[in-house]
């Protein structure tokens, strides 16, 4: 294990690492972002190959865990990662830095975390800006939704539904964020996430029905017929969808409930119904 080792504050690399750590504004800049701990290091390594770096703290290179992953980073063997063609896996081997655990402990995104980091590129897919998505297969649209554990549930909910394409609207938190990469718990990376698209837009040109969820619809999620491809539209966690974007969904449906229940938390809301649409599906 050969890992090159960095002991000053003012090291270069070391200033970049504490901006991407603390900025959100140079994560967007440099299109990077910070993968902390043993899970989300190990779902990268399987979905996308090897990290731009790997870094490790001087107490964590005795962690069994932490030293796959190190000499995973310092092989090949994930030169050969999966990925599909709206995305870029990293071949090769990555640089691995070593960190005395005082300069660590600043880029840690998590309290009482176990010592290893990746800085990793957001694939392309997920920058701002891609050129005209087209709404042809079934997919999550979210508008405005804010809370990064709420989003991050939601990626997670959808990637075990079999859901692959997500688009997200303007005022939706951003994605790559640490804190909705912890709560995403390695579902960003089996995902493509669009994200500052203009919904309207891509509803408009849908090939797909759109279907949004309104308590008072009259059609439950239960008598609707969802076993057909179909992209679901959720938003803003007080306000919901926007009325702009309501009125161009394709149908509106309502989760049954509890009249003593004002409405449900936005993650659970996407759970249930593409949990029904899986189980019409058989």
Not at 53 to 62: G, N, P, Q, R, W
Not at 147 to 163: E, M
Request: glycine share 6%; aromatic share 6%; net charge negative.
């Amino acid at each position: 294990m050969s890992l090159r080792s960095i002991q000053s504050r003012d090291n270069a690399q070391y200033k970049q690492l504490r901006q991407w750590a603390s900025s959100a504004q140079a994560r967007r800049k440099s299109g990077m972002t910070l993968l902390d701990g043993v899970h989300l290091c190990e779902a990268w390594l399987q979905h996308r190959g090897v990290p731009a770096l790997c870094v490790v703290a001087e107490s964590a290179l005795s962690h069994p865990e932490v030293a796959a992953l190190v000499a995973q980073c310092e092989s090949n063997a994930y030169s050969n990662a999966k990925s599909n063609s709206n995305t870029n896996s990293t071949a090769g081997v990555a640089e691995c830095v070593l960190l005395p655990d005082a300069l660590f402990i600043p880029l840690g995104q998590v309290e009482h975390g176990v010592g290893i980091l990746f800085a990793v590129k957001v694939p392309d897919v997920a920058v701002s800006g891609h050129a005209s998505p087209s709404l042809q297969s079934a997919a999550l649209l979210l508008d405005s939704v804010q809370d990064p554990g709420n989003l991050g549930t939601i990626l997670r909910t959808a990637a075990a539904a079999g859901i692959q394409q997500i688009y997200c609207g303007p005022g939706t938190a951003a994605v790559w964020s640490p804190k909705v990469l912890r709560a995403g718990m390695g579902a960003h990376f089996a995902l493509e996430i669009y994200e500052d698209i203009d919904l309207v837009q891509l509803i408009r040109q849908a090939s797909v029905p759109v279907y949004a969820t309104e308590p008072d619809a009259p059609k439950t999620i239960y008598t609707a017929d969802l076993r057909a491809p179909s992209a679901w539209l959720f938003g803003h966690e007080g306000q919901g969808v926007s009325e702009q974007l309501l009125a161009l969904a394709t149908e509106r449906l309502s989760i049954p409930q509890s009249a003593q229940v004002e409405s449900l938390n936005v993650a659970a809301s996407v759970a249930i119904c593409l949990f029904e649409q899986c189980r019409q599906r058989g």
